[in-house]
């Protein structure tokens, strides 16, 4: 505890050092937001000298090992330096689906050629990419997924579709469900990776209800996707048709990520986010609102604390499976009742659209968008599924 107590004031002291003032002020809009990438530009100076640091320091990837870009925190460190950059609200520095997704399957299956070539390209933002997994008609039941790689000896053509692939049309490099075998369902995938800008790769955008969208649609076109990138560097992640293990355990952290399990802001109390967006607060709420609110901070914290316990058996051993499924469904559910009484605390205004005064309508384009949080990374009914009979050991129907 003395260590951890000495990091604690090191961190803090770190973080009012580095952290610009900028870089502790509320997320008005995706420019505050930093992806990385190629084409990635910074919109400030504060912005580009907080990631810097933050990459300097390893605190991108804070749990990573320090060969592949982290600082080698321990779970107890981590913890603390979230609790720090909570603290003082500090931003991300940077905003990664490798960082997510990609990252915690390479560590765990991926060669240490890969790891030495695609880890350290993420934890410095050189690189951004997106997820090449629901396809039309393979949405929940994923292993029916149909984009096919035919085998060319040192290398696959790969044809098909993804649908809801985020942000495709900015990402660098996609990874990616490819069938290659036809003849086994599950053990005929392969986890592949390959550069967007391969000839062949399409994007289009899909355009959501609340007037915007990082989703596209994804196609392939006799796209080449070579079987290895150089020595102990090969093009697919884990074994040639084995890449459903590979997704499976990546669904797994994309559930988190979407949940807000890493105590995102819909597991924070309400207030601070009601004063920015509904402009009502305190004595003019109505007191069946206001009771309803001091509900919803109570359940918040219940569900950070869930959070903590599950991380806590992780490290121990005693994870079930099927937790992620659990934080997942708590924590979208959480999130569109967040809103929704964000909208009922702003009454009229809520349903402005277009305005200066709401940040071109951010109160209600939000809550339109929580509505994709019960559908991606797994349908809310798939979750509670999953849970009824791998937690409950309920019989099926």
């Known amino acids: 505890m003395a ?94 689906f490798g960082i997510w997704m990609l990252g915690p399957a390479l560590l765990h299956f991926g060669t240490e050629g890969q790891k030495q070539r695609f880890l350290n390209e993420i ?90 969208s990082p989703f596209c649609e994804t196609f392939f076109d006799n796209v080449e996707v070579p079987k290895s990138y150089g020595e102990d560097c090969p093009a697919y992640v884990g074994q040639i048709n084995r890449g459903w293990d590979v997704a499976k355990y990546l669904l797994g952290h994309e559930r988190e990520m979407i949940s807000g399990a890493d105590g995102g802001d819909r597991t924070s109390g309400i207030g601070a986010a009601m004063k920015r967006h509904a402009g009502k607060l305190g004595d003019e709420l109505d007191p069946v609102l206001r009771a309803e609110l001091a509900m919803f901070d109570v359940d918040a914290l219940a569900y950070s604390a869930m959070g903590e316990k ?23 559910e959480l999130n569109k009742r967040r809103h929704e009484l964000m909208m009922a605390a702003g009454g009229s205004r809520s349903l402005e659209w277009e305005s200066e005064e709401t940040e071109g309508g951010k109160p209600s384009r939000s809550w339109l968008r929580t509505k994709a949080n019960s559908i991606e990374g797994g349908t809310s009914e798939v979750m509670l599924n999953v849970i009824a009979k791998r937690i409950l050991d309920l019989p099926g129907a």
């Open 3 to 96: 260590d951890l107590e000495t990091f604690r004031s090191e961190t803090r002291a770190w973080l009012e050092a580095n952290c610009p003032p900028e870089m502790r002020e509320p997320v008005r809009d995706e420019s505050d937001i930093y992806w990385g990438g190629r084409r990635a530009t910074f919109k400030n100076g504060a912005q580009k000298a907080w990631l810097e640091a933050c990459i300097n320091k390893g605190y991108t990837v804070p749990s990573w090992p320090k060969a592949y870009g982290g600082a080698g925190l321990s779970p107890a460190e981590a913890k603390v330096l979230r609790e720090e950059m909570g603290r003082i609200n500090a931003r991300p520095p940077l905003s990664s």
């Open 310 to 332: 599950f991380l806590d058996e992780i490290k121990v051993g005693k994870a079930h499976p099927a937790q992620p499924n659990m934080m997942k469904y708590a924590g979208t």
């Open 123 to 212: 934890a410095r933002g050189e690189i951004r990419w997106c997820q090449g997994y629901s396809e039309p008609g393979s949405g929940s039941d994923l292993v029916s997924l149909q984009t096919y790689g035919e085998d060319k000896d040192d290398h696959w053509i790969v044809n098909g579709q993804k649908v809801w692939t985020s942000y495709a049309d900015q990402a660098d490099w996609i990874f990616c469900l490819v069938r290659t075998d036809k003849a086994d369902k599950y053990s005929g995938i392969t986890f592949m990776l390959f550069d967007m800008a391969s000839e062949g790769v399409s994007t289009k955008p899909i355009l959501l209800i609340s007037g915007n």
